[in-house]
């Protein structure tokens, strides 16, 4: 995706899937968000403790599942075990936490945007398993992965040089020092910045470096329409069908 799209506007990605009206990174939000005319999808990976790459956000499943495994720790049997969708309601129940390769299969031709999550000290094999199941899946055209752990996205190069590379960096006192070391260890092909570090002076200066801009977390209209006025090559959203309609709005 670092061309924008034929109609001219930025990609929409589903931010963990369609997560406003559906539980993060579950295949429910995953088909929602496509439903809904999102591009693809963001979602967020971990190593468990039997090697599988799986889909979650936070290092544990207390906030999705009401019982806290640590990913790295937990082996697939139990992490599949949890309900991680009756806590967005009864509708949800039943979700269980995906296989990165299971939602590579779900979505056929979607773009996947595989973020690589790290404690703080990342799991560093995190970077091979997940070129290995890219490959297997035949995903690794449509795919792009980031971090905000630039070691771990330095090691996701060597394992797939060819896959797209987004260098993830937040609002804070250091968000200039990590986005320069970290494109020096990781080389990024693109930058994914927090929406409101975003100005037109970094946009046409990161453009100037030949580096794709996908912003996160983008819900609201405004913003949208800013974004996609500075020419960002996509838009992270929880809203996906707002976001869209938002989008080919500033289009025009
Ligand atoms: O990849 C964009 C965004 O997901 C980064 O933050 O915490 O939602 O994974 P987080
Ligand atoms: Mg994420």
Known sequence: DSATTAERRPIILAHRGASADAPEN??????????????????DVWRCATGEVVVHHDADTRRTAGAALRLRRAPLRELRALDVGAWRGGAFRGERIPLL???????????????????????????????????????????????????????????????????????????????????????????????????????????????????????EEAEVARLARLGVTALITNRPAAALAAARRAAG
């Open 26 to 43: 579950t295949l429910a939000a995953f088909r929602l968000a496509l439903d809904q005319g999102a591009d693809g999808v963001e979602l």
């Open 101 to 219: 390769a299971e939602v590579l299969e779900a979505l056929p031709g979607a773009i996947v945007n595989v973020e690589l999550k790290a404690e703080r000290l990342p799991d560093l094999a995190l970077a091979a398993a997940v070129a290995r199941v890219l490959h297997r899946a035949g995903a690794a055209g449509r795919c792009v992965v980031s971090s905000f752990d630039a070691l771990l996205l330095a090691a996701f190069r060597a394992a797939a040089p060819a896959v797209p590379r987004g260098l993830l960096v937040a609002e804070g006192r250091t968000w200039r020092l990590r986005a320069g070391a970290g494109a020096r260890l990781a080389r990024p092909d693109a930058l994914h910045p927090q929406a409101s570090l975003v100005t037109a002076a970094r946009a046409a200066a990161w453009r100037a470096r030949g580096l794709a801009v996908r912003a996160w977390t983008v819900d």
